[in-house]
T-cell receptor, first 113, second 110 residues
Framework: KAGVTQTPRYLIKTRGQQVTLSCSPISGHRSVSWYQQTPGQGLQFLFEYFSETQRNKGNFPGRFSGRQFSNSRSEMNVSTLELGDSALYLC????????????FGQGTRLTVV | QKEVEQDPGPLSVPEGAIVSLNCTYSNSAFQYFMWYRQYSRKGPELLMYTYSSGNKEDGRFTAQVDKSSKYISLFIRDSQPSDSATYLCAMRAAGNKLTFGGGTRVLVKP
């Protein structure tokens, strides 16, 4: 059974650009959540989707946005990139309601220069 | 004060020893508790999932939840060098976001 797939694995962008990251959940999973991981702040919650509806949102600026499609795949977008956005972005999927086990992908490592 | 506190370590143990990890939390609404293992430059891997209080065992891993003390633990028996990683606790209230501890770095020395 395939796990959570995140693409791309690595990305280098310039300040001011925008970026779109993709997450394909485990087959049959309907909930997807996104996290930012940095050495200083640890894992911080960005947002969570269930059946295309955003259920929860973290304390990030509006430059961070996301969506979920009818096939449960999800994308997150960061506009006007800043140096501080350099991080590992992780996606997790859950089978049904977000309260069930969350399984993570390998992440997308974003470097902003 | 953070909602979930976890000692960052590093915790160094000899091979074969029991690794004891724990987290404390302040939100009494937390009901779902998870432990993850994360190797360098990889995504977190789910080890244990527990609902409410009690113990759960899976192979060499035992998770304990004490909601009255707002304290959760993970024990790893017969530790191996391959267990060297960062261990993250995570928890959530029903319908709310998953909140992580900062992680404990564990080193198992051969």
């Amino acid at each position: 059974k395939a796990g959570v797939t995140q693409t791309p694995r690595y990305l280098i962008k310039t300040r001011g650009q925008q970026v779109t990251l993709s997450c394909s959940p485990i087959s049959g999973h309907r909930s997807v959540s996104w996290y930012q991981q940095t050495p200083g702040q640890g894992l911080q919650f960005l947002f969570e989707y269930f059946s295309e509806t955003q259920r929860n949102k973290g304390n990030f600026p509006g430059r961070f946005s996301g969506r979920q499609f009818s096939n449960s795949r999800s994308e997150m977008n960061v506009s006007t990139l800043e140096l501080g956005d350099s991080a590992l972005y992780l996606c997790a999927s859950s089978l049904l309601e977000p309260n069930t086990e969350a399984f993570f992908g390998q992440g997308t490592r974003l470097t902003v220069v | 004060q953070k909602e979930v506190e976890q000692d960052p370590g590093p915790l160094s143990v000899p091979e074969g020893a029991i690794v004891s990890l724990n987290c404390t939390y302040s939100n009494s609404a937390f009901q779902y508790f998870m432990w993850y293992r994360q190797y360098s430059r990889k995504g977190p891997e789910l080890l244990m999932y527990t609902y409410s209080s009690g113990n759960k065992e899976d192979g060499r891993f035992t998770a304990q939840v004490d909601k009255s003390s707002k304290y959760i633990s993970l024990f790893i028996r017969d530790s191996q060098p391959s267990d060297s990683a960062t261990y993250l606790c995570a928890m959530r209230a029903a319908g709310n976001k998953l909140t992580f501890g900062g992680g404990t770095r564990v080193l198992v020395k051969p």
